[in-house]
């Protein structure tokens, strides 16, 4: 890989070179030994290169002085730099102050004739000089190239590219690279030249050139060394064997522009998916000096004038108690908006704090409000998305763009904040006021985290790896094209063909159990996510009627099983005599991670049984606020933050029993650290059991882990066979329970004719089967009809639940019963709307428990209840419900409606008697009893 810049502070290099050496790419990465040694450098990467190789070359400094070219020659008297202007200006001064001090002490004539001599010469050589660099100034900014070169006039008018050559030749001559990645448009002539010059030698690496930016519209000062840059790019286009660029209308552009056949592969420079969590020890609002209330405006990156942060200034004075601060050096631009902020009155909302390292900015900027991006309108701008985009994204803080058409598009169609128009103050002041004062719903967003997973470092960055190995290998390695070919497919919502699953799986579990053997965290957890990414699916598991897990975890789980321990799981394993009082007096802590809706049953019952309970969640942020799932992994591996494990170490101090809900990401955190005598006891509902996060949970400091359906126990106990500490947890079975009264209303006869579904829009409710079910009982009365019940499939819902939700109507419309079937919308009044319902379905694929089916039934309407496909290895309903509820098949359900709604009578007596069942299974003191002896275990 090269580059022209010093590496340091190119995030987009450093994750390119860091990714592919984790990758397996022997990575040799050149940058400019110049740019390091002499511009003020943001701060690179935490850990910058991982295994990658950093060569800095030096700029030969004959052949740097010919950059100044014609111009220089035109005007030799003209200085070379503005540091060199400066020393002559501040030598003259010097004279001028030194020739008052001797007029005034008494000097001698000739020594004051000296100085006087001095002075003029001086001052005489930098009048001349000033005027020389003036017009070679003017000319190199306002002159177009003398075409005496025609084709190859950009070496005489971009010398800076010869510079890069000369200095980066020998490296990449004695590397001999099969592969030459050209960063940004100044890398690639060196980049084809030395192909070029390797194939003369025997064999030409293949190049690729990466295309930052659209080069022809980018705004630079020196028109002539534009141009010649311009025509460099044009020159060797041609010959490169492909192309990156970010963003779909950076490649529209270059293929027009130099007719490139095969469309550039898009590489946006998002962020690795930790880049929220990374640990700080800055804080935005502290470096600026804000308190945690006031609203705060961010914008990261360079402060120019085409910037637009002039914009922003002039319209706080609309936006009182609003801050704006610029991550960004200090400069002569950020010192005029400090003075035309001073002249508007809001001086004190000002602030500029110094960058921070590449990966560490998303964490960084996490505390302020909104993410601002006020660039003007030029060609390049509008033409791409700036990384901040993603940052401010990964930050999950809203954003607030001007209308520069890529970035303004992106933001609109993700739904991520506010377009306004750029240079417009008072528009933007309109959009801020906007979003502060519906923050809520501008902020929901960004609790997806599906929707971070899409815009990180590490989805983006898998597709170059392949066009690496296609280029060099001229197809990629059978079993990477399998894994990438897997995860395409699942990332469409579909099941990949058997083959790339097994070879797919075979890979990356193989690249996971190498990296076990290194120390590199970032390589460890990349392979890590592939893996999970390609076995726990949601297309695989979820959106389906099947799942290779629930019908045999041992085999699928063969290979899984077989990779190295991951080093966060090696725990101790914990007897059960922990010295926990009596409940009553004993501290309960209920946790759980966004969701705690079945937390107010279980403070009941221990409250009941004489325990101080409380409530804590996780992603909260006055607790601890959103974990990914890259964190998740990386604590498996043995990484914990400490503000995380520091939130934990508190709630096991301060509790006698940890009760976890849903053995999913609160468990592995709760787990995280050692409880000391803290009980932990986990509940699992029914999803965790497809998910990597029940591998991540250390089940050796669990004491108690808690089903709601005896088959769901079963399948989780041959999933976790050979996890460390597993066999040591006891395992209780306890259904979930209810207040059954509420649901006692009143029904009409013409209920009996309603079937319904409860939350028909998740996939595992397979609403197509009731559809078809309510056909097959239309051919015999044609009153039925059904209710979907739940609203309909989001939008920006995943690929497999949106296929699922067509699929549905689809059926509808081929059973012709689009007049029989009604769809509502989710409702907090479920025995509301129970009261009309006749016949309660159960036609999932899957359930632990269904609680839904349970209300119906306690409402008096009959329970059809098919035989759950996804557990039929488990026989799952039939260990629930009585045996007479439990249908195999559509004739059967078919049948068993028909007989138990054939009159009215018969209807309200099977109602009465599902109702009866209900309440002695799943009564209120079912459950505050079974958690009564739980808790007493150990006191």
């Known amino acids: 890989m090269i580059v022209d810049n010093s590496i340091t502070g190119d995030s987009r290099v450093q994750k390119s070179a860091r990714e592919m050496a984790a990758r397996g790419w022997d990575v040799t990465l050149i940058g400019n030994q110049n740019a390091a040694a002499t511009r003020s450098q943001a701060p690179g990467f935490s850990d910058e290169y991982g295994e990658a190789t950093v060569v800095w070359a030096a700029l030969p400094r004959a052949t740097a002085f010919t950059t100044g070219n014609r111009f220089t020659l035109r005007h030799p008297m003209a200085f070379r730099t503005t540091q060199d202007q400066g020393r002559s200006r501040r030598r003259l001064d010097w004279l001028t102050l030194e020739l008052q001090q001797e007029f005034g002490s008494g000097a001698s004539r000739p020594q004051r004739l000296l100085t006087q001599v001095q002075r003029k010469w001086v001052g005489l050589m930098y009048g001349l000089r000033s005027r020389a660099t003036k ?338 290998n001229g197809e990629p390695d059978v079993r990477q094209a399998s894994l990438e070919r897997a995860l395409r497919t699942l990332a469409s919502g579909e099941i990949p063909d058997v083959q790339d699953q097994r070879l797919g799986s075979e890979l990356a579990l193989e690249s996971l159990a190498q990296s076990m053997a290194g120390s590199d965290l970032r390589a460890q957890t990349d392979r890590l996510i592939r893996a999970q990414d390609l076995l726990f699916h949601r297309s695989l598991h979820f959106d389906g009627t099947r799942s290779p897990l629930a019908d045999d975890p041992t085999s699928y789980l063969a290979r899984w099983s077989a990779t190295p321990p991951m080093p966060g799981l090696q725990s101790t394993t914990r007897g059960h005599d922990a010295a926990a009082p009596a409940v009553a007096g004993m501290r309960v802590t209920v946790l759980g991670y966004s969701n705690l809706a079945w937390a107010p049953p279980i403070v009941e019952a221990a409250t009941a049984a004489g325990a101080t309970v409380r409530v804590i969640d996780l992603a909260d942020p006055a607790v601890h606020g959103p974990v990914s799932d890259r964190v998740l992994a990386q604590m498996a591996l043995g990484k914990v933050p400490e503000a995380l494990a520091e939130v934990m170490r508190t709630i096991h101090d301060e509790s006698d029993v940890v009760w976890v809900e849903w053995a999913e990401r609160a468990a592995v955190i709760a787990t995280a650290v050692d409880p000391g005598t803290t009980r932990i006891i986990v509940r699992l509902h029914a999803y965790e059991a497809f998910k990597p996060a029940l591998h991540y949970v250390q089940w050796g400091r669990v004491s108690d882990l808690v089903f709601v359906g005896p088959h769901f126990r079963d399948m989780v106990d041959a999933t976790l066979a050979t996890s460390p500490g597993y066999g040591h947890v006891r395992r209780h079975v306890i259904p979930l329970w209810f207040d059954l009264d509420r649901f006692s209303r009143p029904k009409s006869d013409d209920a009996r004719f309603t079937l319904a579904l409860l939350k028909w829009n998740n996939a595992a409710k397979d609403a197509p089967w009731a559809v078809e079910l309510l056909a097959r009982v239309r051919e015999t009365d044609p009153r039925y009809r059904l209710l979907l019940i739940g609203g309909d499939v989001p939008d920006n819902a995943a690929p497999g639940l949106a296929t699922y939700s067509v699929r549905t109507k689809q059926v509808i419309a081929e059973t012709h019963t689009d007049d029989a079937v009604e769809f509502l919308p989710s409702t907090n009044d479920v025995p509301g709307i129970l009261a009309d319902v006749g016949v309660i379905l159960s036609s999932s694929v899957r359930e632990s428990f269904h609680a839904a089916l349970v209300e119906g039934a306690a409402s008096g309407a009959v329970p059809v209840v098919r035989d759950w496909p996804l557990m039929g290895r488990w026989n799952g309903p039939r260990r629930l419900f009585p045996n007479e509820w439990v249908v195999n098949d559509i004739d059967q359900g078919a049948k068993r409606i028909l007989a138990s709604t054939a009159d009215s009578d018969v209807w309200r007596a099977s109602g009465a008697a599902a109702r009866r069942a209900v309440d002695e299974r799943f009564g209120p003191t079912s459950g505050t009893d079974a958690i009564a002896r739980l808790l007493e275990l150990d006191s």
């Open 135 to 472: 017009a070679r100034d003017k000319g190199r900014k306002a002159r177009p190239p003398v075409r005496v070169h025609g084709s190859r006039q950009w070496r005489y008018d971009e010398p800076f590219l010869a510079d890069l050559e000369v200095a980066y030749a020998d490296t990449i001559d004695s590397a001999r690279p099969d592969l030459i990645h050209a960063h940004d448009y100044r890398a690639l002539p060196v980049a084809i030249r030395a192909a070029d010059r390797l194939a003369r030698k025997g064999k030409r690496p293949k190049v690729i050139y990466d295309a930052h930016e659209f080069l022809p519209g980018v705004v630079m000062q020196d028109i002539t060394r534009h141009r010649g840059a311009v025509q460099a790019e044009a020159e060797y286009v041609p010959s490169v064997d492909a192309v990156i660029t970010v963003s779909d209308q950076v490649a529209d552009r270059l293929m027009q522009t130099h007719g490139i056949t095969e469309r550039p592969l898009l590489v946006y420079n998002t962020p690795m998916l930790d880049a929220s969590n990374r640990l700080m020890t800055r804080s935005l609002r502290t470096d600026a000096g804000i308190d945690a209330e006031s609203p705060v405006l961010v914008y990261v990156g360079a402060a120019s004038a085409l910037r637009g942060l002039d914009t922003v200034i002039e319209a706080l004075p609309q936006l009182p108690g609003v801050h704006f601060v610029t991550v960004s050096k200090e400069s002569p631009y950020i010192a005029s908006l400090r003075s035309k902020a001073a002249t508007l009155g809001v001086k004190e909302r000002f602030h500029r704090v110094d960058y921070v390292a590449a990966d560490e900015v998303s964490a960084y900027v996490a505390d302020a409000t909104i993410g601002i991006s006020p660039i003007l309108h030029t060609e390049n701008h509008n033409l791409g998305i700036p990384t901040k985009f993603f940052e401010y994204l990964h930050a999950r803080i809203p954003i607030l763009t001007s209308n520069i058409e890529a970035a303004a598009q992106w933001v609109t169609e993700n739904q991520l904040g506010l377009v306004y128009t750029a240079g417009d103050s008072e528009g933007l002041a309109s959009a801020v006021t906007a979003m502060l004062t519906d923050l809520e719903r501008f902020s929901a967003r960004y609790g997806d985290d599906s929707l971070l997973e899409s815009w990180s470092w590490e989805k983006q960055h898998g597709a170059v790896d392949t066009l690496y190995r296609r280029l060099t």
